[in-house]
């Protein structure tokens, strides 16, 4: 089994206490429990805090209604960065398609 939680209690030692983190659990009468991980090979640890920086920056872009932050997390993004010069169409026409779900960038 697995389960998602918070990082609080350092179950990934190499990454950040505030972020979400999937670990692998046990189950028991009491529930799940996650297990500890330890430290990830830092090449792994390395691509999940990028990944934690899109997603901590996408964040703050739809609490602020900042164009300009999700423009930054497209680039900061290991997807997106090889085509840079093209986030900004890609951010405009996804604003475009969702426009419904997102006023606040319009």
Do not use: W
Request: glycine share 6%.
């Amino acid at each position: 089994a697995a389960m998602n939680v918070l990082n609080t209690e350092g179950y990934i030692e190499n990454l950040d206490r505030d972020t979400a983190v999937e670990l692998p659990a046990v189950v028991g009468a009491a529930g799940p429990r996650p297990e500890r991980v330890g430290r990830l090979p830092e090449g792994f640890a390395a691509l999940i805090r990028q990944q934690q920086a899109v997603q901590r920056l996408l964040v703050r872009a739809y609490a602020e209604g900042s164009r300009k932050l999700l423009l930054q997390a497209l680039l900061v993004d290991p997807v997106c960065a090889e085509r840079a010069r093209d986030a900004e169409a890609m951010l405009d026409h996804m604003l475009e398609i969702q426009a419904g779900f997102l006023p606040e960038f319009h």
